[in-house]
């Protein structure tokens, strides 16, 4: 093999160089390096500007081609013709099986960022909670009136009937402003044998006078007041006075047409009546039925603003005209409004 020796290598005329013939191989051998500092020509070629995936891979490609679009994804071409881009984006709307097959890490979702229009539709009073496992689960929708009951560490609530009371509140009047009598009826059933009124910072605004003024109360049979004159009602009536005197006395009448329940009480928001009225079997049609109460008030001696009077009252009554069943009752000041306060009434199973 002729071998060459030169440091440098130009045209003999021109300015056109040639290396070799056509079909010649042109070696460079391992460890020589070629500089090119002008214009190197045909060195690119279609094929040379493609890329492959992988060392198997048998076929070049330009990116755009390489580069497949899954679901939901587009691939967009920028600058064409120029200093060319490719953009990925998400496209479309994320199929429930697809969310389920991503590997979402922390950060690729942003906080709060899920609303709730983003969720699965589901069951009309349905209840996310989590199970054993920790998974989301659906507590299923309940009837009405029940109440969501805990299952305890390692398990869903679940809906179910809320435990029935002994002692239920059945309905409450609240007076704000002046009304003559507040009655309650509709309100016995064969659910509770026992019922209880409770009254609490009543003002009735009357004068006081030495006969027996101050709440009264009557039952009622058909949704009406019976205001006959069969009502036996007894009393203890004790007192302090401003004087800090103490004195009781045994009140009573055998054929009235109320039952009084407070002694005196004189007009004043600071002058209020409460009370505890029991009421016994009202249903019951073959015995007579027993009411008993306690109350307390504070009223103004001969309207005298530094004679100050504090009573306690506790009673027993009974409406003796029949043994047919109650409807209700009806509480009423002696004279006067009935201007602030409530009345609630509970019913008790024995």
Known sequence: MSQIEVDKVIPQSGTALQVGESGDTITIPAG???TNNGTANGFGS???EKVKVSANDTT??????KLVAGTNISLTEGTDGGNETLTAALSGTIATAQ???LNVTSGKIANDAVTLAKMAPGTDGNIISYDASGNPVAVATGSAGQVLTSAGAGAP?????AASSDFVKLATTTVSSGVNSISFDGIFSSTYSHYQFIGTGLVHNEAWNSSHNGMRMRVRQSDADKTDSNYMWVMNDALINHSGGTNHAAEGLYSDSRIQITRHQTTGNNFQTSFIVDVHNPLDTAKYKSINWSSSHIYLHDGNSGNRYFHSCPGSAVYRGNTSAYSGV???AASGDITAGSISVYGTKL
């Open 32 to 34: 020589a390096t070629i």
């Open 46 to 48: 279609a094929d040379t």
């Open 60 to 65: 070049a490609g330009f990116l755009n081609g």
């Open 99 to 101: 969310i389920a097959d």
């Open 157 to 161: 609530p679940t809906f179910s009937t």
């Open 330 to 332: 009806t509480f009423f």
